[in-house]
Structures are given as C-alpha cells and as structure tokens.
C-alpha cells in the first residue's frame, strides 16, 4: 500500500493534526493510501533517549532516527509540520511535564561532573535546538508562495504599519571581530578525517571533536565570535538606545543556533543588567541561574535566595534606568530578554518592518526599536529593508512581487549544522582544524571564552542546489539571484563553484535565464526593487538566509510565513513536505486552553498534503493520488475565496471549523471531477451529507467555545482528552465515519 508519513509534533500544530489528520486518514483510504504518524515531538525524542529508565508501556521507539533513514531512500513521502527546537529552558520544562507524569528521566545536568552525567547531557543536547532538521533535510529546500495564497493577499491585503520618514528604527551589528570578520574557508581537495583541537598558550593540547569525516569538493569553514568585543558592543547598544530613546531589542536564533547564541544572549541580558551582575553575579551563578537562560529564569529562581528579594528590586532599578526593553508581552510583563527562545530573529525582524519599525514597549504602546544582531553575516538585509520602507513607504500586499526561495540545507549545510563543532574556548590559544597528516587546514587565535565554531558543507547538495535553482528559473520565468558575499570566506567558495556549474552544464540548459550574484544586502534591494514593481524574484541562498527569507518575504507578502508550499526534493528521489512556521504556536495552546478555541492555520498542512499526494502519485503511478491532489488544490482555492481560516476571536470559527470547509469543498470537488466515477460515487453522499448539515457542524463547533479546557499537558498533552476537544461536532464525525 502506497504511504504518507504524518509527523506527530508540537503545540499548536500537534493539536490541529487532532483535527485535521481523522479527515486525511479518511479521504487518502479511498485511494489505496496509507497514513502512518510518527511521532518526533520534543517530548517524544526526550522519551526516545531513556528506554532503559522508563517502563515497557511508556518507551517509544526513535522515530526521528527511523524518518532520517527514510529521507536517504526514493519511496519517502513525510509531512512534516512545526516542531519545538528547544531552548534549555523548553527542555528542562518538557522534562519536568514527564516527570510529573511519571516518566523516570534524569534533570538536566547544566555542569556534569560524572560519567553519568555527561552521558545524560549528551542524550539530552542530541534533542534540544534544531536535533530534527538536519535528520530529515536531505534535500534542498524549494518555498514559495501558491498562486491561490498570493490572489487571495492581493484582493484582501492584510494590514501594514505605516512607516514615518524621521523612524529612529534600525539594526546594530558589530561588523568587525564577528562570525562573518573571522571566517576562514577551504575546500578539501580529497576524502579525509579532521580534528578540531585547542592549543593552549602554555603548549597543552585539547582535542575538540576528535573525528571530522569530509568528502573531497567539501567545504569546510571556521570562525569565532571575539566576546570581548562582544561585550564592548552589547553595552554601546545599551547606552545608544537610551541616548536615542528607542527600545532595545534583541534578536538571535537560540534554538537552530542551540550552543552559540544562548551564550550570545546570556552576554545581552549582563550587559542591559550589568549593575545586577556585577553586585551579585557570582551569588547568581552559584545558584545556578544563569544569564543564558534568561531573566525571566532568573527571577523564577530568586525566591530559593535568602536575598531574593534584594536582587529582584536590583533588577527592577536596571529596568527603570536602562532605555525601554522591547517586550514579548507587555500585558505579562515579558520582555525581549526573558526567555532566549522567545525573540527569534528570522520571524521577530519580519514582523517588527511589517508593524512600521515598531515593537511593543513596556507601556503597551509601539515605538521604534534599536533591533541588535551582534553576527554582521546577514543583519545588511534587515537594514536594507528598514531603509527601503523608511524612504519608500511599507510596501503594498496588494501589488507586491514575491520572493521565492531555493535554499541550500541538504546534509547540514553551513551555520546549522555546527552544533557539534562549537565551542566556548577554554583558555587563550589557538583552534586548529587538522588533516589526517596532522597539517592545519584552518586556525584562529582566540581567547577564554571566545565562541569558535566550524561549518561543513558537501559538494553533492551544492550541485544539486544550482540544478535546482535553474529548474525552478526556467519554470518560473523569473530571474534568480545567488545572495553570495565575496568578501566572506564560505560565499567566495560557493560563488566559484555555482560559476563552475553553471558553466559546465551540470545544472541544466541556463540560455535565456537571468542568473546573478549579489552580495545579501545588494540582493535585498534588488528583489525590493522588482517587489516595488510587482515582479518577482528568486532568492537563491544558503540555510540561514532561506530560513530569513522564507519568513521575511512572505509576512510582507502575505501575512505569515506558514501559508507557504515547502517542498524538499530529497536527493535520493524521495519527497519531504513542510508545513510552515510555528512561531505563534505557544499562544494559540495558550488560548487553546483558556477559552477552547484554536487560531492555528493549517493552510499549510493542505499545500504540503497536496504536494504529497502528487509525489505518491508520480512516484506510483497511483492515479487516484493524483484525482485527491488535483481537488484538494481546487478545494484550497475555494477554501481561500471563501475565507475560512480561523478568525481571530471567539464566536468565529478557529482550526477546527476550518477544517470542516476544507473537508466540505474537498468531498464536493471529488464529487465533481470527471477523471474516476467510482470515486466521485463514493464522495456523492459525504459532499451531501457535510453540505445539508453545515449549520448542524457548525453550531457543535461553535457551542464548545468560551471555556477552559484540559489537554493533560503541554509538551505531552493526553491524547484521549486532545482528541476529545479537538472534535467536538459529532455530526461531522459520524459524516467521516461514514466514509
């Protein structure tokens, strides 16, 4: 039987597939199609770690390491949707939710002293930030948004923020003594096994990572982040919002970027608090609170202090005295610095230039904001933005071009993939990266406390990543730009080879395509300026800048960055399906259990099931695959006309009424088609069954809104009690059941 891997994930997604997944299960049937879960959950691959400590009714297989075995081989076909890439804190809060459910798992160890506590740290950092990206993603990466989505945003624009011409809003990056400052770069000439050690000044040598395997045409980078200067910036950045009284606000990626830039953060939150931590930062540490979980950790910990209240009102003084901190919630009092996790950059920046330059302060009002992103390697192109809308005015969603991207990710490409090659330096010195004949291929000399970090990219998924931005030039018939910088030391290995093969034939035909090379922020204003004339633009980059792109283009375009069609081609000839963005989810479980109505979009989840059903199709030979995909994109369209995504209040309807319209157009459309009788006699009387009772569905759905409600968790929600809530209509259910 024909199979789509369904993934079990997170928060707002995980409820919504409690919904959603009954009616795929049911439609796919008819055509001979099976629909397996699995479940790749943080809290899923937490319990995945520690068979041996937890009973036979609660272990559960690896599921991730089942689904990256199946993404090297052509038959893969997996959805999948958002998942957390823990932050520490995330991760210490899913332990203690299992824990309280009666999982047997170890705390995390934040300073292993033992053997066993290693071995536990270990388990624990092969889950945490983005542990499920680079298992499935062996495929480049291929975003835009759909025809439907992009009607649908220019005749019902969402609203843009004014921007004023005077707007103070603007980006600090340290531009010297940074990650893109300090890069080295080198392609490996043969198959060989690096090793990474540190040299200190005394001549005692330490091996970082003892065992790096390369392929020849590799390309292997190295740099660090000097923290002195780091520190000297953070506190510049402090001192020149307060003298230009615009908010400060942080923004990193702390859960991809999972060693790096919780440290990052952790120099951020000590530079906006440093009298605080220069009192009583010793006592804080010994404590074991930590700058790098937040302050919002920090402050939960102050009650286990005999001077816990001495040190709160420390930090509310800093608060008072320091510029205005941007603010998760300013309702809530959270701000840009409690939670590493919480301010992420590639979705943060994006709605910050969507909202006029502003962010939230402290008093619920917007204002400007200093937006600091100490690494220079891509924080031109918020810049370029900033200014482009601060002459220009905020673009217009009703006119707009697009910005697809081809993003380079297959095999752990660059920055993302680094995690087990960074490192807080131990003692002033050298980081060598070391050939098997013991020559040093790269080397820094560095300092105590300096972030160095090595990044690996292979030559297959470069190949396959300019072949595939030539195919989807030549489909689109648009220009595609490569946002390469000569003047870093990685872009100026992958601007020769992209030269190379586009010269030598190997990606395809390339007469009469408009192929360039620009520099991020160069690029950045060149697709502004088609955007501005309502012509489109490829963006053809590496990992971080597709995960920046994918979200900067589309919430201007569109309104959000998960009503994009991602498809990754795997390489092996397999298709991954991705759903879109999960950065909303937390508040939606939020609202979820408070008032019993779910905002989530699952618009993506039906771009990406009707993608992979006509991979399986293809793949197959499965025509009938290819009838549901067909319909589904039909029923989409009308789904879109219609405007049945969730609204925003009680007393619309949320994720699961919307649901129901995309199930209510699907049967119709099957009902319809001409291309298999058989299967429009079997939608006949569902199409009728949905349609006479759309008032009944409707009011099931309606009536359970306004209380709260119980899940049994939030990492590990009960699945009896999600499935409960999340299908309320009895009618509808009897109506799938049906089927």
């Not at 005749?155 to 080295?184: I, L, Q, Y």
């Not at 302060?361 to 200093?370: F, L, R, S, V």
């Not at 069954?689 to 759309?694: G, I, K």
Request: aromatic share 6%; glycine share 8%; proline share 5%.
């Amino acid at each position: 039987m024909a199979k789509i891997i369904y993934t079990h994930t997170d928060e707002a997604p995980l409820l919504a597939t409690y919904s959603f997944l009954p009616i795929v299960t049911a439609y796919a049937a008819t055509a001979g199609v099976d629909v397996e879960t699995r479940d790749i959950s943080l809290a899923g691959r937490i319990i995945a770690q520690f068979p041996e400590r937890l009973t036979a009714e609660q272990q559960q297989a690896d599921a991730l390491a089942e689904l990256g075995e199946l993404a090297t081989r052509p038959e893969a076909n997996i959805i999948k949707l958002p998942n957390i890439s823990a932050s520490i804190p995330q991760l210490k809060a899913a332990i203690k939710e299992l824990q309280d459910q009666g999982y047997d798992l170890p705390d995390y160890p934040e300073a292993p002293e033992t053997d066993e506590e290693r071995e536990t740290r270990a388990r624990y950092d092969r889950v945490k930030g983005s542990a499920v990206n680079p298992v499935l993603r062996e495929g480049n990466s291929d975003r835009r948004a759909p025809a439907s989505v992009k009607a649908y945003a220019k005749a019902h624009p969402h609203r843009m923020g004014a921007w004023a011409p005077d707007s103070k809003t603007n980006v600090a990056t340290m531009g010297h003594a940074d990650f893109f400052s300090n890069e080295k770069s080198v392609v490996l000439e043969q198959d060989d096994t690096l090793r990474i050690e540190h040299v200190a000044a005394d001549g005692t040598v330490t091996v970082l990572k003892e065992s790096l395997p390369v392929l020849a045409g590799e390309v292997v980078d190295g740099t660090y982040m000097d923290v002195a200067a780091l520190q000297a910036f953070f506190a510049e950045q402090v001192e020149r919002a307060k003298a230009e009284d615009v908010l400060f606000s942080v923004h990193l990626k702390a859960t991809m970027m999972k060693v790096s830039d919780p440290i990052l953060f952790g120099y951020a939150v000590k530079a906006y608090f440093k009298p605080v931590f220069d009192t009583y930062g010793e006592q804080l540490a010994a404590a074991g609170l930590s700058a790098n979980d937040g302050l919002g950790a920090i402050l939960a910990g102050l009650g286990a202090l005999e001077n816990g209240a001495e040190i709160r009102a420390a930090f509310d003084e800093a608060l008072a005295n320091g510029p205005r901190l941007a603010m998760v919630n300013s309702d809530k009092g959270i701000t840009n610095l409690h939670v590493p996790s919480d301010v992420i950059v590639d979705a943060s920046m994006p709605a910050m230039i969507r909202g006029g330059g502003h962010m939230w302060g402290p008093d619920g009002e917007e204002a400007d904001t200093i937006a600091v992103i100490p690494d220079s390697s891509y924080a031109g192109i918020y810049q370029t933005v900033i200014d482009d809308c601060r002459a220009n005015g905020a673009l217009d969603p009703a006119t707009m071009g697009s910005v697809p991207n081809v993003g380079l990710m297959a095999k752990a490409a660059e920055e993302y993939g680094s995690h087990d090659k960074t490192f807080e330096v131990p003692a002033d010195g050298t980081v060598r990266v070391v050939n098997s004949a013991g020559e040093a291929v790269l080397e820094h000399s560095v300092h105590a406390g300096d972030l160095w970090r090595a990044c690996q990219t292979k030559d297959a998924p470069i190949r396959d990543w300019v072949k595939l931005a030539v195919t989807r030039a030549r489909a689109a018939g648009v220009p595609a730009v490569f946002w390469l910088d000569e003047k870093r030391a990685h872009d100026a290995n992958l601007i020769a080879k992209v030269r190379e093969y586009l010269a030598d034939g190997s990606a395809g035909e390339t007469d009469g395509l408009t192929l360039e090379i620009m520099d991020p922020a160069a690029a950045t204003a060149y697709s502004l300026e088609r955007i501005r004339r309502g012509e489109d633009t490829i963006s053809v980059t590496g990992n971080v800048l597709r995960d920046y792109n994918t979200d900067l283009f589309p919430i201007l375009e569109v309104g959000t960055s998960a009503k994009m069609l991602s498809i990754v081609p795997l390489m092996n000839g397999g298709g991954l399906f991705e759903t879109g963005a999960g950065g909303s989810a937390p508040k939606h479980v939020q609202q979820l259990v408070e008032e019993n109505y779910l905002r989530w979009d699952s618009l993506g989840e039906f771009f990406a099931l009707a993608a992979s059903f006509e991979h399986l199709a293809k793949f197959t030979g499965n025509a009938r695959a290819q009838v549901l995909a067909d319909t589904l994109d039909r029923a989409t369209g009308t789904f879109l006309e219609e405007d049945r995504s969730p609204g925003r209040k009680l007393g619309t309807i949320d994720n699961r009424g919307s649901h129901f319209y995309l199930a209510l157009y699907w049967a119709q459309e099957l009902a319809a088609q001409p291309d298999d009788a058989e299967l429009a006699a079997a939608f006949k009387p569902l199409a009728e069954a949905l349609a006479t009772n759309e008032q009944v569905i409707v009011a099931e759905l309606l009536a359970v809104q306004g209380s709260p409600v119980d899940i049994g968790g939030y990492y590990r929600p009960d699945e009896a009690k999600v499935s409960t809530v999340m299908r309320p209509s009895a009618t509808l259910n009897e109506a799938l059941a049906a089927l």
